[in-house]
T-cell receptor, first 113, second 112 residues
Framework: GENVEQHPSTLSVQEGDSAVIKCTYS??????FPWYKQELGKRPQLIIDIRSNVGEKKDQRIAVTLNKTAKHFSLHITETQPEDSAVYFCAPITQGGSEKLVFGKGTKLTVNP | EAQVTQNPRYLITVTGKKLTVTCSQN?????MSWYRQDPGLGLRQIYY???????DKGDVPEGYKVSRKEKRNFPLILESPSPNQTSLYFC???????????FGSGTRLTVV
């Protein structure tokens, strides 16, 4: 089955710094790569995604990059703010394939004011 | 408002007493999934459904049942709950070839 690993498991940064979270997957058929943000006590929410025919996607302060050859994709947050503090999850999908999904174990990001 | 609705939000029950957690989505999504979330273990998939009457096991299906008789509903059934099923449960849905999952608000289940 799919093996999904996230690194680091915890990340602490100062407000205004950048943060990068990496997700490594094993299934070469994966072709859709979402990132979810879960604030304390709330549901996970999709924040950004990328498809396999694109190398990078940006949305204001967040971006996702994909390296299909190396089978990893990364979440980049610039100019971090305290409201970015949350747990972030990745869960690669094979569109057109099985919906049996594996989520990364999560990265707890803390942004210190 | 487009959403996934789970009920109940909180539930305390006793070992062995059958229970059902309901899940309904109003977005006409084809795919639906159930996850449990435990500290240190992240989100683990219990069951998923790719269409009406089509369900399959995720990574942790033992002790759970599901059904998909209608497109919008995907209930999770615990026939004989045990304390190791104490967890936070999320239902989620998404479109075929669409975007990522939309999650419900979660159900915090305690089995004593």
């Amino acid at each position: 089955g799919e093996n999904v690993e996230q690194h680091p498991s915890t990340l602490s940064v100062q407000e205004g710094d950048s943060a990068v979270i990496k997700c490594t997957y094993s299934d070469s058929a994966s072709n859709y790569f979402p990132w979810y943000k879960q604030e304390l006590g709330k549901r996970p929410q999709l924040i950004i995604d990328i498809r396999s025919n694109v190398g990078e996607k940006k949305d204001q302060r967040i971006a996702v990059t994909l390296n299909k050859t190396a089978k990893h994709f990364s979440l980049h947050i610039t100019e971090t703010q305290p409201e970015d503090s949350a747990v972030y999850f990745c869960a690669p999908i094979t569109q057109g394939g099985s919906e049996k999904l594996v989520f990364g174990k999560g990265t707890k990001l803390t942004v210190n004011p | 408002e487009a959403q996934v609705t789970q009920n109940p939000r909180y539930l305390i029950t006793v070992t062995g007493k059958k229970l059902t957690v309901t899940c309904s989505q109003n977005m006409n999504h084809e795919y639906m999934s159930w996850y449990r979330q435990d500290p240190g273990l992240g989100l683990r998939q219990i069951y998923y459904s790719m269409n009406v009457e089509v369900t399959d096991k995720g990574d942790v299906p033992e002790g759970y049942k599901v059904s998909r008789k209608e497109k919008r509903n995907f209930p999770l059934i615990l026939e004989s709950p045990s304390p190791n099923q104490t967890s936070l449960y999320f239902c989620a849905s998404r479109r075929v070839a669409g975007y990522g999952y939309t999650f419900g608000s979660g159900t915090r289940l305690t089995v004593v």
